[in-house]
Structures are given as structure tokens and as C-alpha cells.
Antibody
């Protein structure tokens, strides 16, 4: 059974960089049938897609966040990561990592989510 | 990239049917049969309920069904049950090789 687990700091200061890692078990991020992505949800609000990557290195980002986001993968550790720079309070959210099917981009597996608060 | 439009809330009584709409444009919902639906209960990760407009993953009740007409996709839940009370989100692939979520719909079972 595939499992995804987010890890990283729960508190980040304004203007700094938010960094999260997703560790995948029960499957490989080198599987050519899937993308691996990040989604966030501010408290009490809806879901927002941040971006996704293919194991080959191709990346796809939400245009509204593209200037601040980098998603990358480490196939040797079976992990992928999110970096969001110049954060503000508006970036406070639960961050989920997830797996998208290649065709259709539907998300069939999600991590449990991790709350990241931006505050000094 | 604007969020797809969903009603903020819908409600229904046990046993009834409800439909949640998800309206986009020709570059997302209307352009591809790549709409999926997710159920999210409080404090939990979303769960895939429908993919590729109308397909149900294994294990999802056949009370859940999806359809699409033009730029609007719909999720229908028949035989409403108390356990269906949750937030529901649509997701669509877009012409710029990205995806966009709907704003979410809160379903209340009366």
C-alpha cells in the first residue's frame, strides 16, 4: 500500500523559505505512470494546487506561485521536496503531498498533511 | 488561473439525491474529460471519489456518480446518508498542463 508522509518545520518566519519533504513508501517515485505534487489548504479554506513533478525532472507550477516555488525529487531516497520562498502569513496552511495519475492528473494518494505556520 | 466555481453549500435529507456543480471554461473543464472529485472530512486528507468525469475508484459507493456538459461538471450523490456530510472539491486538468481546484462545497445532511 502506497504511503506518503510530509516532514519539515511547522513554523517559518516571514520572508524566509518554507521547505518540506515527502517520503514515499510502498512504491517508487520513478514510476512513469505518475506525477508527484504538493497541494495546500489555508485554515478554513479550500484546496490550492502548488505544483507537481515527474521523476525525470519535469516540473509544473501554479502560475500564481511559480515565481516562489521549486519542486524537486531525490530518487535515491524516494522523496520529493517543496521550497517556497519569501513566505508571508498568507502562506500559512496545511500542506499535502500527493500522487497524480499521468493521464487525467487525478490524485489517488495523499499524505496526511502538515500544518505550516508563518509567524515571527 | 482562477478556481473553478462550485456552490458554497448544498444540503439534503437522508435518502434524497443532491448534485454539486463545478463550472470552468473551455480551457479546463470543457476542454478535457479530466475532472475528478474529492471528499474531505474535517481534519482528514481528501479522498478520490470520481475520476475522468464519471469513473469510480474501487471501493467508492455506487451512490456517487459524475457527469459533464459543456464547461460544467457535476457530482451526484443518491440515497444521501449521514456519512456523506463533508466538503467536496472538483479538480480539472487545464490546457497549460496544470490543474485547478474548485472552491469547494460543504454538504450538510439534514
Amino acid at each position: 500500500q502506497l504511503q506518503l508522509q510530509e516532514s519539515g518545520p511547522g513554523l517559518v518566519k516571514p520572508s524566509e523559505t518554507l521547505s518540506l519533504t515527502c517520503t514515499v513508501s510502498g512504491g517508487s517515485i520513478r514510476n512513469s505512470s505518475y506525477y508527484w505534487g504538493w497541494i495546500r489548504q489555508p485554515p478554513g479554506k479550500g484546496l490550492e494546487w502548488i505544483g507537481s513533478m515527474f521523476y525525470s525532472g519535469s516540473t509544473y507550477y501554479n502560475p500564481s506561485l511559480e515565481s516562489r516555488v521549486t519542486i524537486s525529487g531525490d530518487t535515491t531516497k524516494n522523496q520529493f521536496s517543496l521550497k517556497l520562498n519569501s513566505v508571508t502569513a498568507a502562506d500559512t496552511a496545511v500542506y499535502f503531498c500527493a500522487r497524480h495519475f499521468l493521464f487525467g492528473w487525478y490524485i489517488d494518494y495523499w499524505g496526511q498533511g502538515t500544518l505550516v505556520t508563518v509567524s515571527s | 488561473q482562477s478556481a473553478l466555481t462550485q456552490p458554497a453549500s448544498v444540503s439534503g435529507s437522508p435518502g434524497q439525491s443532491i448534485t454539486i456543480s463545478c463550472t470552468g471554461t473551455s480551457i479546463d473543464v470543457g476542454g478535457y474529460d479530466y475532472v475528478s472529485w474529492y471528499q474531505q472530512r474535517p481534519g482528514q486528507a481528501p479522498k478520490l471519489m470520481i475520476y475522468d468525469v464519471s469513473n469510480r475508484p474501487s471501493g467508492v459507493s455506487n451512490r456517487f456518480s459524475g457527469s459533464k456538459s459543456g464547461n460544467t461538471a457535476s457530482l451526484t450523490i443518491s440515497g444521501l446518508q449521514a456519512e456523506d456530510e463533508a466538503d467536496y472539491y472538483c479538480l480539472s486538468y487545464t490546457s497549460t498542463s496544470t490543474v485547478v481546484f474548485g472552491g469547494g462545497t460543504e454538504l450538510t445532511v439534514l
